[in-house]
């Protein structure tokens, strides 16, 4: 390893230290201003042509239709602020600015004073950090393959998925209706006997509409169970023998339905016990005291297995590339709040923490304050990189969803290049990106100056 | 703090890192895993059943004439204009520092302002520029593009760096007689090699990421990001293609950014955190 400088570089127009010595020999003023020219020459010749010109073009064809030579004023500017797809990207670019820098930021500094006292923090940090090595649009590959639809494939809907099927499991049945008029409602809100049953009483609950292969495993004959003075039982069966049978009455052929929620409500309609259905789809409720009561199949029966949060779809697209987006930056913020970090001295801490501060008050009243600064950069960066987010948005969303996640430089990038072609709209865009990112420019060369007084 | 307090923190922590790592590693998964695997299940299955694993989706890809094709392309790019990008900021970096002229300070303070001037207002000069002169769809058109906007850092960074070289040094140098072009190539160069090496690691990783300018100034002269962009479009029929290409694509700037660390840290720490 080379030589490293461990000092900061120094700031920016501090007067830098003019050769003041007696020179060998003394070249005249213009050979050293003619010297510094030829230095300069590359690098200025190439910020023209590709910056400064092309910029000064910009604005100017900005005031120009698609067609380069009709003048159109400010019309451009005007179509931008009331086109739809156009003012989604502005909407989505703000919330992006709502969010994002935020998010990164608190992610950065909790994460930078934690590893602060834990051991392999090296480690950990390049862990957290190395995304930012991943390029944007790999990046974009990657959520993308975390966060496709189906369960079976996608990370993301893998996890909420296991979460899902432990908070509320699949019903044994995917479909099913009544099939005598005696039971009303359908899958969606439960399947309810029209009238009422007192304890005693049992009651066959007959379901079609169930294909032979979705009968569920284990189910054998039906059968009601006898009911008891206190009790009310009953059987949830597939009304269906060969050849038809007689709709309401369990048949010899017809299959129980085991597994089935069933739900005795009261005659308020307030569920008061629930119950599974055995092997040949009987059920028993015991201990009831008499009076009116309502049988339900419970729609949990039929719950849907876990399709998979859409997260590739139009609602959820612009937080899901939210996420793979803090995922990407928080190392960014982490390791610049860690330098800033092990530049506050350990006495003031310490002495807050003599004075009887909790590690809470120390870190919201010493911490916090001293990092200002630096907070504020990382801020101030990550809004300005959030105003020109592109790559991650274009490889996540398909083509179908980029109306959706719109952001300003996609909608610059597609206006002039993809179909439409409209270089003027597609420049008026391009000025509103750099205006929005002009006031950093502002705070930087503020920040350069005041170094520079230093 | 005691190491049982510290415990739970330690915990905590390690399992944010798993979790930070676990889309990469995920992608490193399905680019192993054969296309009927990855058609019908996540790349998890391959936990219980690492027999699955297989390099030849990784194969396939190199027998692919346009991927492999994509893949020098992209290696052309980034290493070039990286090349040229130091060479270019360290001479102007070494005038604003050493070689005084009236208006330096405001010329310096117009070229850091050039910051913040985001790409997309070039492109469609640009596009228009290089359709007239020839340099659409060319190698070099996207590394002098990539060059320009790369180099208002590429001077405030090498430009602070050598103004930390001290006085005598390159005075001595001047008074012992040697020429400009001497003290630039023998001193300062070797010596600010710290700072080169943080802007060519940022800016190797930025333009070898980069999808919209050769997007936008390439057809046939496509980088890797720009080929896996065209395959995403079929995306679910291709996963095989899209993994082992994309997981190639931030391999290399991985492995650079992970053997220079160091180096890439103190270049963002130059570059943001002054003050």
Redesign the interface.
């Given at each position: 390893m080379v030589a490293v400088h461990t000092k900061p570089p120094r700031a920016v127009s501090r007067p830098s230290p003019a050769p003041a010595h007696p020179r060998h020999r003394t070249p005249g003023r213009w050979r050293r201003w003619l010297l510094a020219a030829a230095f300069l020459a590359p690098a200025l010749a190439v910020l023209t042509v590709w910056i400064v010109y092309p910029t000064a073009r910009t604005v100017l064809r900005s005031l120009f239709g698609r067609d380069p030579h009709e003048f159109v004023g400010l019309d451009n500017y005007h179509t931008l602020f009331t086109t739809d797809t156009l003012t989604t990207a502005i909407r989505n670019n703000a919330l992006w600015v709502a969010v994002v820098p935020l998010t990164v930021t608190a992610i950065g500094t909790v994460l930078a004073v934690l590893t602060e006292r834990i051991r392999w923090s090296a480690a950990f940090r390049t862990a957290i950090f190395m995304p930012m090595a991943v390029s944007m649009f790999a990046a974009g590959v990657i959520w993308h393959v975390m966060a496709e639809k189906d369960p079976q494939r996608g990370t993301l809907n893998a996890v909420v998925g296991a979460v899902h099927d432990a908070v509320s499991p699949t019903g044994v049945l995917a479909n099913g209706r009544p099939s005598t008029p005696a039971l009303t409602g359908d899958a969606g809100s439960g399947i309810a006997l029209r009238d009422p049953v007192r304890p005693g009483q049992a009651a066959p609950l007959g379901l079609t509409g169930i294909p032979a292969r979705d009968v569920p495993p284990g189910s054998v004959r039906a059968a009601i169970p006898p009911a008891a003075a206190d009790q009310v039982t009953g059987t949830v069966f597939r009304d269906f023998s060969p050849g038809g049978g007689r709709p309401g009455v369990v048949e010899p052929g017809e299959a129980g339905i085991p597994g089935a929620t069933v739900e005795l409500r009261d005659a308020g309609g307030r569920v008061v016990a629930t119950t599974r259905t055995a092997a040949d789809g009987g059920f028993r409720f015991t201990g009831l005291a008499p009076g009116d009561y309502r049988l339900a199949i419970g729609p949990d029966t039929f719950a849907a297995p876990f399709a998979g949060v859409d997260w590739l779809g139009p609602k959820l697209i612009t937080p899901t590339i939210m996420i793979a987006y803090v995922w990407m930056w928080a190392g960014f913020a982490m390791v610049l709040i860690a330098a800033g970090l092990s530049a506050i001295p350990r006495e003031v801490l310490d002495a807050a923490r003599v004075d009887g501060a909790s590690e809470w008050q120390v870190f919201r009243r010493v911490t916090v304050p001293l990092l200002a600064p630096v907070l504020t950069v990382v801020l101030v960066t990550m809004v300005v990189n959030v105003l020109k987010v592109f790559d991650i948005v274009m490889a996540v969303a398909s083509e179908s969803t980029q109306d959706d996640a719109n952001v300003i430089a996609l909608a610059m990038w597609r206006t002039s290049f993809s179909g439409d072609g409209d270089y003027g709209l597609g420049s008026a865009i391009s000025v509103v990106l750099f205006l929005l990112v002009l006031p950093a420019l502002a705070f930087n060369i503020r920040r350069f100056r005041r170094e520079g007084r230093r | 703090?005691t190491a049982l307090r510290?415990l739970p923190?330690?915990v905590?922590?390690?399992g944010?890192?798993?979790l930070?790592?676990?889309?990469?590693f995920?992608?490193l998964l399905?680019s192993l895993l054969p296309p009927s695997v990855?058609q019908?299940?996540?790349?998890?299955t391959v936990l219980a059943e690492p027999r699955l694993v297989t390099l030849d989706n990784y194969r396939a890809m190199f027998a692919d004439r346009q991927l492999v094709d994509a893949l020098v392309t992209t290696c052309v790019v980034a290493v070039g204009n990286t090349a040229l990008l130091v060479l270019?900021?360290a001479?102007?970096g070494?005038?604003?520092?050493?070689?005084?002229?009236?208006g330096?300070?405001a010329l310096?303070?117009v070229?850091?302002?050039?910051?913040?001037?985001?790409l997309?207002?070039?492109?469609?000069?640009?596009?228009s520029?290089y359709s007239a002169t020839g340099l659409f769809d060319t190698a070099a058109g996207l590394i002098?593009?990539h060059?320009?906007?790369g180099?208002?850092f590429g001077?405030?960074?090498l430009r602070?760096?050598l103004?930390?070289i001290p006085?005598e040094v390159i005075?001595s140098a001047?008074?012992?007689?040697a020429s400009?072009a001497r003290v630039?190539t023998q001193l300062i160069l070797p010596?600010s090699?710290?700072?080169i090496a943080a802007l060519a690691i940022f800016q190797f990783?930025f333009t070898?990421?980069d999808?919209?300018v050769a997007?936008?100034l390439g057809r046939a002269t496509q980088p890797l990001?720009v080929a896996?962009?065209a395959q995403?479009?079929q995306?679910g029929a291709n996963?095989d293609i899209?993994?082992p290409a994309?997981?190639i694509?931030?391999a290399i700037?991985?492995a650079?950014?992970?053997s220079l660390?160091r180096a890439f840290?103190?270049g963002?720490?130059?570059g943001?955190?002054?003050?």
């Open positions: - | 703090m510290r923190v330690q905590l922590l390690g944010i890192a798993l930070w790592l676990v889309p990469t995920g992608l399905t990855i019908s299940d996540g790349w998890w270019v900021s001479l102007a070494y005038a604003f520092a050493w070689l005084p002229f009236p330096r300070d310096f303070l070229v850091v302002g050039l910051l913040v001037v985001p997309q207002v070039a492109l469609i000069p640009i596009f520029l002098l593009f060059v320009a906007f180099l208002p001077i405030f960074l602070n760096a103004l930390e006085v005075e001047r008074l012992d007689g400009e630039f010596l090699r710290p700072a990783l070898w990421n999808l919209i997007l936008t990001t896996i962009f995403l479009r995306y996963i899209i993994a994309a997981f694509s931030l700037p991985l650079v950014f992970l660390q840290t103190r963002l720490l130059a943001s955190t002054k003050g």
